[in-house]
């Protein structure tokens, strides 16, 4: 079955760097749109980046010329390089695969950005 798992969160003071991580598994990889989301506690949870299985890329503006979405397809892996961060960006990242009517999510990341 389709698996993804993210790495690569964690505490990071302001104006500091994070690279997530999310390994797929048990799909063709590069037929997928691949995208970070994430979610903080009592809000939806929000598209931070994506990118297409053409390697188009969307970021929501809060994150624009900060964040990098990227995929290496040989590796079945997205990444997500997260620089400038900032206490706003604290939140559980999700990695999402999505191809037709399909989607699927993993379990999550914690990015804490604090002093």
């Known amino acids: 079955q389709v698996q993804l798992v993210e790495s690569g969160g964690g505490l990071v003071q302001p104006g500091g760097s994070l690279r997530l991580s999310c390994a797929a598994s048990g799909m063709v990889f590069s037929m997928f749109d691949m995208g970070w989301y994430r979610q903080v506690p009592g809000k939806e949870r929000e598209l931070v980046a994506q990118?297409?299985?053409?390697?188009?890329?969307k970021y929501v503006d809060s994150v624009q010329g900060r964040f990098t979405i990227s995929r290496d397809n040989a590796k079945k892996t997205v990444y997500l390089q997260m620089n400038s961060l900032k206490p706003e960006d604290t939140a559980v990242y999700y990695c999402?695969?999505?191809?037709?009517?399909?989607?699927?999510w993993g379990q999550g990341t914690q990015v804490i950005v604090s002093t």
């Open positions: 999402n695969a999505a191809v037709t009517e399909y989607r699927y």
């Open positions: 990118i297409t299985s053409g390697y188009r890329t």
